[in-house]
DNA sequence: TCTGGGGTCCTAGGACCC
DNA sequence: TCTGGGGTCCTAGGACCC
């Protein structure tokens, strides 16, 4: 009788995506303090600067490995709103790191350079590590871009050395193409991989078996858990809750009481290590949206020519978005931050589906026309949700649109 | 010198229907 | 006078993740 396979499910971690991929582009800034985000900014377009010092030369992509070194816009002196997205380990010596403030960066590290996003690009790596992957291991879920979900259960060799073996190939594989280090973590699911890829980054590889609970998982911090975060840990916290271990220790009925049902008891099974999800391979959007940070705060009156023409845009983007994708939503919502940064969202749902431009923006004013408006906007979103294909929505008995009325079918209702 | 943008999922109350 | 309960959809807010 054949034995059943020991699940074996892996996560891979691209180590700094976006500031490595960066770094393909421009191989002289290796090893040195490199920050990605900001965006907005078009002054560090390299290529525009250096075709400004050189106008004699032609300047193409090709040249991009030898633009010198003070030609890279740097941290220092830095106004704006823009947040890191990505820095290079020689970056994070100095304390900077994913989701910090630009400007607080700055003091931290001011001569580290600074690059803006370039989502293109890491779409294009992204799509490549992916396939290479999928090329090995077909079962593989997406996280993002730099991030994915691996079933190795059933892939030849996925069970040598508890998967290592497997993760040691992938690793290289995409390496060999793409000149790209990953992490991965091999354990029994999702959520024990998850924790594992992060104990060797960066190009490490972890495999955690069952007995490992105790000795590796246990002493970790909560907050380590996927789906624990501030909010929780502080709760966690304030009941003396500070290692998974502990949280182990405590009776699920405690949890169930003090966290609700369905939170309590995925607590109690998280600490234990028990967590059955499957690795998807595909799934469906549920909303599409669109926001922006406004460079200074807006006035809902004063600055309502600005604001209409942004919120105009917005929509016309979720729209492009969703006949790009061949999508058609009909709950409508919007998105405003204040200046203190409270949130207020507000959603309406039409009876028909939609993906035009129009169409959202006159659903998306109604929803303004509804949201306080005293406090000074510093971000304004569109949201589109209730998403189904619009292949099927061309099945749906009740129209995509309201139709233009047509007098022939009135006169011909059987035509 | 605070704090981007694009998502998912959950909760909770109210409307409405059976 | 009294009085169910379940199911689904909609809306608003919030936690969390990459």
């Not at 907005?40 to 525009?48: A, C, F, K, P």
């Not at 600067?49 to 032609?58: K, N, S, W």
Request: hydrophobic share 40%.
């Amino acid at each position: 009788m054949q034995a059943e396979p020991i699940r074996r499910i892996a996560h891979l971690d691209m180590d700094a995506f976006y500031a490595s991929v960066e770094l393909l582009r421009y191989p002289q800034l290796k090893g040195l303090p490199v920050v990605i985000g900001g965006g907005r900014r078009r002054e560090d377009d390299l290529l525009g600067r250096l075709a400004q010092a050189y106008p004699e030369q032609t300047w193409t992509q090709d040249d991009l490995a030898a633009i010198p070194l003070d030609f890279f816009p740097r941290l220092v002196g830095y106004t704006g709103r823009g947040v890191i997205t990505t820095a290079t380990y020689a970056a994070r010596q100095f304390g900077v790191g994913s989701a910090m403030g630009l400007m607080k960066a700055a003091k931290l590290c001011p001569q580290a350079i600074l690059l803006p996003v370039d989502f293109a690009q890491y779409r294009h790596y992204s799509q490549r590590f992916k396939s290479i992957i999928s090329d090995i291991a077909p079962v593989m879920e997406n996280r993002g871009v730099d991030e994915v979900y691996i079933d190795f259960t059933e892939v030849p060799g996925g069970q040598r050395e508890g998967g290592r073996v497997l993760a040691r190939l992938i690793q290289k594989a995409i390496f060999d193409d793409t000149g790209l280090t990953c992490s991965v973590g091999v354990a029994p699911n999702k959520l024990l991989a998850k924790m594992a890829s992060e104990f060797n980054k960066p190009h490490g590889i972890s495999v955690v078996l069952e007995g490992d609970l105790q000795p590796l998982i246990w002493p970790l911090a909560c907050r380590k858990i996927n789906g624990i975060g501030p909010k929780s840990d502080e709760k966690l916290q304030s009941h003396g809750i500070r290692t998974i271990g502990e949280l182990a220790a405590r009776d699920p009925d405690w949890l169930i009481a003090h966290f609700g049902n369905k939170t309590g008891t995925w607590l109690h099974h998280a600490a234990w290590g028990r967590d059955s999800r499957p690795v998807v391979t595909s799934s469906e959007p549920v909303s599409m949206s669109r926001e922006t940070t406004f460079e200074r705060d807006l006035h809902a009156v004063r600055d309502k020519a600005e604001l209409g023409a942004v919120f105009t845009r917005l929509c016309e983007q979720v729209a492009q978005d969703l006949q790009r994708k061949g999508y058609v939503g009909k709950t409508i919502g919007i998105k405003l931050r204040f200046d203190d940064f409270s949130i207020v969202t507000r959603d309406h749902t039409l009876p028909h589906y939609t993906d035009s431009a129009q169409g959202i923006r006159a659903a998306a004013g109604q929803c303004l026309k509804r949201a306080p408006l005293a406090k000074r906007l510093r971000l304004l979103g569109v949201r589109v949700g209730s998403l189904i294909s619009a292949q099927d929505a061309k099945l749906l008995p009740s129209p995509l649109e309201t139709p233009p009325h047509d007098t022939n079918a009135l006169l011909f209702p059987d035509d």
